[in-house]
Nanobody
């Protein structure tokens, strides 16, 4: 069983930056595929970024060049660095994990809210 706890959300102005963190419990973290989803009000959930145990990454076109996913296996933590934020990035961001691949994820965090507004 893996538990995921996100942090780092908040209110930021357009053009600003935030870094989300996701702390994972359980063993074998370094082998797990990890990722971030987001869900904006009234919209479908969107896969934002993924990272494999080997460190290979993928991004949604909407965030490519602005967001960076990374992991620190010594700390059992995955990060999402978000730069050049836009109002359309406003959403609840969820950390996810799976023993094999994302998508689809087996484990979900509780979510952290990001609001981009002036």
């Amino acid at each position: 069983q893996v538990q995921l706890v996100e942090s780092g959300g908040g209110l930021v102005q357009p053009g600003g930056s935030l870094r989300l963190s996701c702390a994972a419990s359980g063993s074998g973290f370094s082998f797990y595929a990890m990722g971030w989803y987001r869900q904006a009000p009234g919209k479908q959930r969107e896969l934002v970024a993924t990272i494999t145990g080997a460190g290979n990454t993928n991004y949604a076109d909407s965030v490519k060049g602005r967001f960076t996913i990374s992991r620190d296996n010594a700390k059992n933590t995955v990060y999402l660095q978000m730069n050049s934020l836009k109002p359309e990035d406003t959403a609840v961001y969820y950390c996810v994990a799976d023993k094999y691949s994302v998508p689809p994820p087996t484990y979900w965090g509780q979510g952290t809210r990001v609001t981009v507004s002036s």
